[in-house]
C-alpha cells in the first residue's frame, strides 16, 4: 500500500514517543504502522520540546491516567505538560496528589518525584539499584519500590512541607531473586509482590497478628504478573512459563487483626545480682508462659490454568512478557514474545480474544480505569496500540521511525511535516495534534532527503535505492518515481518553486540529476563535481541551484539554459550544507571547519563568517582516548536553515547543541540542549571518574559477545550473567533542521527522535509604548464607555492575550469596518497577528473572520508593500483557516449526508405506507413530525431519536 490512514479518537490525547517498524502479516494481525498522537499545549517558558521517537526502547512501561485521556510510557518526554529527560520511565501515577514516580534508565536506579500541576521535578531519589517496579497504593498514602529481592515502603508525599519527600515506612525481605511485580489489595492493608524466584508473597503493610509474610509458590518459571481480587486477599499469578494459578485466602480482607503486643506473666519476681541468672530466669518463664499467637492466613490453590491448554489443541504459545488485571470487569490481558495477546475472563479463564499485533515481543499491557480500552507497547517496533476490546476497534495507533529519522522537511503552511528515516519509511506529522497520519514505504534503502512542493500538494523523497518518489496528499499514493539512467545513491532533494523541476544529488555519481515532474523524464544530468554531492537549494526569486560537495566547492547552476555551471566557489574544505535565505539574495553555506559562511548569489562575494567551532560545545565520548578540547576539532555543522524572515540562522551537527545566530550581527542569540539523557554518547565533557580504572576507561575494555538474542552469556553458577556483553551507546547529534513558514517554530531531527520547540509569549508580560495612563482599569472604562478605537490600542499596547480578547470580543460587529478603517498601520499589523493565533482556538470563528476580512480588504495593498514581514503571519492565519474549514467541513457533511438519509427514509416509508381511515394524505407526515417537534434539540443522542422517529 502506499499509504495507510489511521484510526482516530479526538478525546485521547497521548504523548509523542515511537518508532517503526515492518508492517507484519496480514490475516488476524492489527496493522502497526500509523497512528495519531495528540501534543500537550505549550510550555510555559520560552520553548517546548515535543518529540517522536526514533531510538530503540531499554524499557516499557505504560500508564493510563485516571480519566483516560492521556497515555504515559517510558519513551515520551512529557506526561501531561510535564517535560522530563527522556532516559527516565514512568512507573506510577498517584491520582490524588497529581505526582509521578519516573524510574532512571542507568543502572544507578535514580527515580524523580514529579508534580502534574506545576511540570517540575519534585525531588530525586537514589536508589543505588535498577528498580523494576514502583506503585503508589490506592489510598495514596504510601508507594513500595521492588529493590533486589527486597521491596521498600515509604509514606507518600503530601501536602505537610518536608525536606525530604522520600521517608522510609519498612523494608520487607524475604525473596531469593529479584523482586518484578507488585499488586496492592484496594484497601491498602496488604501487598503482593512478584519475584523472579518463581514464588509470590504477601506482606502486610502493618503489622498483624495473623500476616506476617505468606509465601506462595507452585510454578516453574519467573513470575511476571500477580493480581489481589478485589476486596479479597485471593490471588492471581501469571508465570512467564504460561501458567496462571488461582489461590483463595481462607480469610477475608476485614479479618486481618491489627498487631498487639503480648503481655508477659511472671508469677515470681526476679530479684538477682548476677545479670546472666536474670536472663536465665526471664527466659525460663517465657518457656513456661508461651504467649498464644493468632493462626496465620492460608492459601489454596483453586486452579491451574494453561494459556496453551485455553487456545485448543495444536497452539503454540510463547513466553509469557506482560499482563494486566482488570479487577473491575475481572478481566485479564496477557503480551506474549511473539507479539500475540490474549484476553481472558477470570477466575473461569474463559478465553474471549485472542489477536496478533507484530512478531515483536509486547513490552507492556495496561488498562484503562473502567476497562474499556488496552493498551499495547511493543519496544522492539516502536508500537503503541490503543484497543477497545468490546467492540473491537482501534482508538489509537502509533509508530514512528524503526531506525533514526535522518531528514525533515515543513510543509508551506506549516501545518504537516515529512520526516524520512534509515528505514525507509516517509512519514507525516501533524504538528499541532503531534499524530503521524500516513506511512510510505516503497522506498527499499534509506530516506536521504525529503521536501514539499510550494503547493504543499506533493511530497518527494530520495532515497539511497536510487530513487527519487513523489507522493500524492490527496490519494496518498506513490504517483511519479525518478530514476538515473545507471544505478545512483541520492543524497540529497530539492524542488524549485513552481513545483515542476526536480534535482537530486548523487553520492556514488558526483553528479546532479534534473527531472520534470510532468512528465517524470530526466531533463538534465549537471556533471562538475569531484565529490559527493552533500547538499542542494534553490532560489526564491531565481531559476538558480545551489549545490554543495565535499570537492570543497559550491557551484551555482543555471538548470534552464543548461549551459554547465554559472559560477563555482571555492572553499577551504568540504561543503556539508547550502541554504538560500527565503528571499534568495544570501547563500549560508556551512564547511566541515565549522565555520558558516554568506554569499551574495548575483555578485558571488562573500559578506561576512561566522565561526562556530566553540558553539558546537565541547563532549567526550566514552570510546575517545582524548579530551573533549581536543575532539571539538572534528565536529562541524551538518545542517543549517534560515527563520522565515531571513534575520537569524539556524545551525546544528555533531553536538547536543542547536546554535541560532543573528546574521546581521554575526552573533551567537541562544543555544538550546536538544537532551540530558545520559544514556547517549558524547552528552559528557569529562567522563566519570566511576567508570575510569588505572588502564583507562572502562567502556575501552572488550566486554565479550552475548548470544544472538542480545542476551548476556551467563558463565556456570553465575546468576546475573559475567557482566560482559557487548554494549552501544548511540552518540548524540542533530542530522536535519528546519525553520517552520509561519516563523514560531523551528523542529529538529535528532537522535533523541523528532523535536520541536515552539515559541509561547501568553505567559510573558511585553508592552508595546507603555506609558503610566495605560492600564487595564483605563482600558475597560474606555471599552464601557464605547471607545472602542481607545479601548483597543490600549490593549495592545499591553499586550495581554487575555485582555486583547476582551476588547475584541466586546467591540460589536457593526463598529468593525470603522475602527478596521482608522487603525494605524502599525496596530493593524499586530492585530493580524493577534487574530491568525486566536482563530485556532476560538469558538467564534465568524466573528474572527469578519475582522480578518476587513483589514485585507481595507489594508490589502499596504500590507502587500510590506509583506516580507508579515508573511510568517499570513501564513499562520492561513494554516488556522485552512485547519478550521477541514474540521468544519466534516461536521457539516456528516450533518448534511444524515438530513439526507432522513428525508430519504421518510420519503419511501410515505411511498410504501397506505392511508389509514380518517386521516389526509398528510396524516403520515404530521404524526412524523409532531414526534420530532418534542425532541430536545440539545439532546446528546437528539440524531438518533430523530431518526428513530422518522423510520
Same mark, same amino acid.
Given at each position: ?5 489511521? #484510526? ?62 492521556? /497515555? ?13 529527560? =527522556? ?83 519498612? #523494608?520487607?525481605? %524475604? ?21 523472579? &524466584? ?12 495473623? $500476616? ?144 496478533? /499485533? ?17 493498551? $499495547?507497547?511493543?519496544?522492539? !517496533? ?28 515543513? @510543509? ?31 522506498? !527499499? ?16 523523497? @530520495? ?17 511519479? #518515481? ?8 541520492? @543524497? ?26 510532468? #512528465? ?110 581536543? =575532539? ?50 558524547? +552528552?559528557?565533557?569529562?567522563? &566519570? ?10 567502556? $575501552? ?13 551467563? $558463565? ?8 560482559? =556483553? ?28 523528532? +523535536? ?36 483597543? /490600542? ?8 487575555? !485582555? ?118 398528510? %396524516? ?22 430523530? +431518526?428513530?422517529?422518522?423510520?
Amino acid at each position: 500500500m502506499a499509504g495507510d490512514t489511521s #484510526t482516530y479518537c479526538p478525546t485521547n490525547s497521548i504523548n509523542r514517543c515511537v518508532r517503526n517498524g515492518t508492517e507484519p502479516e496480514c490475516g488476524g494481525r492489527l496493522k502497526d504502522d500509523q497512528g495519531r498522537e495528540e501534543s500537550p499545549p505549550l510550555d510555559d517558558l520560552e520553548v517546548l520540546g515535543r518529540a517522536v521517537h526514533a531510538v530503540g526502547w531499554t524499557h516499557a512501561t505504560i500508564l493510563f491516567s485516571e480519566d483516560a485521556a492521556s /497515555i504515559a510510557f517510558n519513551l515520551a518526554e512529557q506526561l501531561g505538560n510535564l517535560y522530563v529527560q =527522556s532516559s527516565l520511565r514512568p512507573i506510577c501515577l498517584n491520582e490524588e496528589y497529581i505526582e509521578s514516580l519516573w524510574q532512571h534508565r542507568d543502572p544507578e536506579g535514580d527515580a524523580l518525584l514529579c508534580s502534574l500541576l506545576s511540570r517540575t521535578v519534585i525531588h530525586t531519589y537514589k536508589f543505588h539499584r535498577p528498580i523494576n517496579c514502583i506503585q503508589f497504593s490506592p489510598d495514596g498514602k504510601k508507594f513500595a519500590a521492588t529493590r533486589d529481592n527486597m521491596v521498600q515502603v515509604f509514606h507518600a508525599p503530601g501536602k505537610t512541607k518536608e525536606f525530604n519527600p522520600f521517608v522510609l515506612y519498612r #523494608t520487607f525481605y %524475604g525473596a531469593y531473586d529479584e523482586t518484578v511485580c507488585i499488586d496492592w489489595t484496594t484497601d491498602s492493608r496488604a501487598f503482593c509482590v512478584g519475584s523472579k &524466584d518463581m514464588t509470590t508473597r504477601v506482606y502486610g503493610t502493618e503489622p498483624y497478628n495473623n $500476616l506476617i509474610v505468606n509465601s506462595i509458590g507452585g510454578h516453574n518459571g519467573a513470575v511476571v504478573g500477580a493480581f489481589f481480587e478485589k476486596d479479597s486477599l485471593n490471588v492471581y499469578i501469571a508465570s512467564r512459563s504460561g501458567h496462571l494459578s488461582v489461590w483463595k485466602c481462607d480469610t477475608e480482607l476485614d479479618g486481618l487483626t491489627p498487631y498487639t503486643k503480648p503481655k508477659m506473666e511472671t508469677d515470681a519476681k526476679l530479684v538477682s545480682d548476677n545479670e546472666e541468672e536474670s536472663e536465665k530466669k526471664e527466659q525460663e518463664d517465657v518457656t513456661k508462659n508461651p504467649v498464644k499467637t493468632e493462626e496465620q492466613i492460608k492459601y489454596r490453590k483453586l486452579a491451574k490454568h494453561s494459556y496453551k491448554e485455553s487456545l485448543g489443541e495444536g497452539a503454540r504459545v510463547s513466553k509469557l512478557t506482560s499482563v494486566a488485571f482488570q479487577k473491575d470487569t475481572h478481566i485479564l490481558v496477557s503480551g506474549f514474545k511473539d507479539g500475540s495477546f490474549y484476553l481472558h475472563e477470570l477466575p473461569d479463564f474463559n478465553l474471549i480474544h485472542s489477536l496478533s /499485533i507484530s512478531d515483536q515481543t509486547i513490552s507492556s499491557v495496561a488498562f484503562n480505569k473502567t476497562g474499556d480500552w488496552i493498551a $499495547l507497547a511493543c519496544h522492539g !517496533l516502536g508500537q503503541l496500540l490503543v484497543w477497545e476490546w468490546q467492540s473491537e476497534t482501534y482508538v489509537l495507533k502509533q509508530q514512528g521511525h524503526f531506525n533514526n529519522i535522518s531528514c525533515l522537511s515543513y @510543509s508551506p503552511d506549516g501545518q504537516f511535516i515529512a520526516t524520512g528515516g534509515e528505514d525507509g519509511k516517509v512519514k507525516l506529522w501533524n504538528t499541532s495534534s503531534g499524530f503521524c497520519f500516513v506511512t510510505f514505504n516503497e522506498h !527499499l534503502g534509506g530516506v536521504t532527503g525529503v521536501t514539499f512542493t510550494q503547493n504543499g500538494q506533493v511530497v518527494l523523497s @530520495s532515497s539511497l535505492d536510487g530513487t527519487v518518489r513523489a507522493f500524492d496528499l490527496n490519494r496518498y499514493r506513490n504517483f511519479r #518515481t525518478f530514476t538515473s539512467p545507471r544505478p545512483a545513491q541520492f @543524497s540529497c532533494i530539492t524542488v524549485d518553486n513552481s513545483g515542476d523541476i526536480v534535482c537530486a544529488g548523487g553520492m556514488d555519481t558526483f553528479e546532479i540529476f534534473v527531472w520534470s515532474m510532468q #512528465t517524470g523524464r530526466l531533463i538534465e544530468v549537471l556533471a562538475g563535481h569531484e565529490g559527493p554531492v552533500s547538499s542542494l537549494s534553490f532560489s526564491s526569486n531565481k531559476a538558480l541551484l545551489a549545490s554543495g560537495s565535499w570537492d570543497k566547492t559550491v557551484k551555482l547552476w543555471d538548470v534552464f539554459e543548461s549551459k554547465g555551471a554559472k559560477e563555482t566557489i571555492v572553499l577551504s574544505s568540504d561543503v556539508l550544507a547550502v541554504r538560500f535565505r527565503p528571499d534568495g539574495n544570501e547563500l549560508a553555506v556551512s564547511t566541515l571547519d565549522s565555520q558558516i559562511s554568506f554569499w551574495d548569489p548575483a555578485n558571488v562575494v562573500q559578506t561576512h563568517s561566522i565561526e562556530g567551532r566553540h558553539d558546537l560545545g565541547y563532549s567526550r565520548k566514552e570510546g575517545d582516548k582524548i579530551t573533549a578540547k581536543k =575532539s571539538a576539532a572534528g565536529k562541524a555543522f551538518m545542517t543549517v536553515c534560515y527563520s522565515a524572515d531571513g534575520k537569524c540562522l539556524l545551525a546544528a551537527g555533531q553536538s547536543k547543541s542547536v546554535c541560532i545566530y543573528s546574521v546581521p550581527d554575526q552573533l551567537l542569540v541562544k543555544k538550546f540542549d536538544i537532551s540530558c539523557n545520559m544514556s547517549f554518547d558524547g +552528552m559528557e565533557e569529562y567522563l &566519570d571518574r566511576k567508570k575510569m580504572t588505572e588502564w583507562g576507561s572502562l567502556s $575501552l575494555v572488550d566486554q565479550g559477545e552475548g548470544d544472538r538474542n542480545g542476551h548476556n552469556i551467563s $558463565l556456570p553458577g553465575v546468576k546475573k550473567g559475567d557482566m560482559s =556483553s557487548r554494549h552501544w551507546k548511540p552518540e548524540v547529534r542533530v542530522v536535519s533542521i528546519q525553520f517552520s513558514p509561519t516563523g514560531r517554530a523551528w523542529a529538529a531531527a535528532t537522535t533523541e527522535g523528532l +523535536m520541536i520547540y515552539s515559541l509561547d509569549s501568553s505567559m510573558v508580560f511585553d508592552p508595546f509604548d507603555l506609558d503610566i495612563e495605560v492600564t487595564p482599569n483605563s482600558t475597560r472604562k474606555a471599552l464601557a464607555k464605547g471607545e472602542y478605537s481607545t479601548a483597543l /490600542i490600549l490593549s495592545f499596547k499591553l499586550n495581554e492575550m487575555k !485582555l486583547k480578547q476582551e476588547v475584541l470580543e466586546h467591540i460589536p460587529v457593526s463598529s468593525v469596518e470603522v475602527i478596521v478603517e482608522n487603525l494605524p498601520d502599525i496596530y493593524v499589523d499586530k492585530l493580524l497577528v493577534f487574530l491568525a493565533t486566536q482563530i485556532e482556538n476560538t469558538t467564534h470563528i465568524e466573528f474572527y473572520l469578519l475582522w480578518v476580512n476587513r483589514i485585507l480588504m481595507i489594508h490589502g495593498l499596504k500590507l502587500k508593500q510590506r509583506s516580507q514581514r508579515i508573511i510568517s503571519c499570513v501564513r499562520t492565519l492561513q494554516k488556522n483557516v485552512n485547519r478550521k474549514y477541514e474540521d468544519i467541513g466534516k461536521i457539516c457533511d456528516h450533518n448534511k449526508y444524515s438530513i439526507d438519509y432522513i428525508l430519504a427514509l421518510s420519503q419511501c416509508k410515505r411511498k410504501h405506507a397506505p392511508p389509514s381511515d380518517g386521516e389526509g394524505e398528510g %396524516g403520515d407526515s404530521d404524526s412524523v413530525m409532531e414526534g420530532v417537534d418534542e425532541l430536545d434539540s440539545s439532546d446528546e443522542d437528539f440524531m438518533t431519536n430523530l +431518526m428513530e422517529k422518522v423510520t
